[in-house]
């Protein structure tokens, strides 16, 4: 730990080989993030942690650290820039959070609330991505998804057993399950699984439990995201 770099003015220590977003929540700091996660090889496609080193933006979660580096994240810049990234994935979706069982517990409307977004501002795009209902303790509802990976490097790299994908191009990518039929119902997807606690949103949402913490209680009621263990 005998490196340091500056994060927004602040004395940051880093071991070798971390990066700026690992350093930064070693050290107590919040870098908005959403594909990040502390157990997997970082992802690097949501760039909400986004941040600029030396004056040029890049994603803090996938650059190492280096000594002596100036960083900045905290800026009307960076984070109006966040801002219209979450805006980007509430439209791309069907995020109706009053509806949703993940409401106060999700880290997308979490952030959105950390960044100050006041409306989803772009048009939405309205997905129609069939529900799967078929597995007994698990409902997948694929119109939320982001894309964020985690589900997939879970399955795979935790449980052994490679449920999920991510299928398609551009703006057509999305999240199949990994069975012949496509259904979670023929896969041994378990509760129990890494992959079933991951989700970052409202996709992948035990059955009979839905609502089950009073408004108020809810993770992200209690304290901002930037005060709890996502946060940091
Ligand atoms: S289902 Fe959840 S964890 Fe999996 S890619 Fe989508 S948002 Fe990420
Ligand atoms: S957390 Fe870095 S790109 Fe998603």
């Known amino acids: 730990m005998s490196h340091t770099f500056t994060l927004d003015g602040k004395t940051i220590p880093f071991a070798e080989g971390q990066t700026i977003l690992q350093a930064a929540d070693a050290a107590g700091v919040f870098i908005p993030h959403l594909c990040y996660h502390p157990d997997f090889k970082p992802h690097g496609s949501c760039k909400l942690c986004t941040v600029k080193v030396n004056g040029r933006q890049t994603a803090s ?18 984070n109006g820039e966040r801002r219209a990234l979450t805006q980007m994935l509430f439209v791309e979706g ?9 409401s106060g517990n999700c880290q997308l409307q979490a952030t ?3 960044l100050g977004m006041m409306s989803p501002h772009f048009d939405h795009f309205f997905p129609s991505r069939a529900v799967d209902a078929s597995h007994p303790d698990v409902l997948l509802d694929f119109n939320r998804c982001i894309l964020c990976s985690l589900c997939v490097r879970a399955s795979r790299d935790v449980d052994g057993k490679n449920v999920f994908a991510l299928s398609g191009r551009g703006i ?11 259904r979670l119902a023929d896969t041994d997807f378990t509760l129990a699984d890494k992959a079933a606690q991951v989700c970052p949103v409202g996709v992948i949402l035990p ?26």
Do not use: Q, W
């Open 172 to 182: 057509k990518t999305h999240l199949i399950v990994n069975a012949k039929s496509g």
């Open 94 to 102: 069907n995020h109706f959070c009053p509806s949703c069982e993940k």
């Open 112 to 114: 959105a609330y950390h």
């Open 207 to 232: 059955k009979r439990l839905g609502f089950a913490v009073p408004i108020g209680e809810r993770k992200y009621d209690k304290a901002p995201i930037s005060e709890t263990t996502e946060g940091r």
């Open 61 to 78: 979660c996938t650059m190492r650290a280096l000594p002596g580096m100036v960083v900045e994240s905290e800026t009307e810049e960076i």
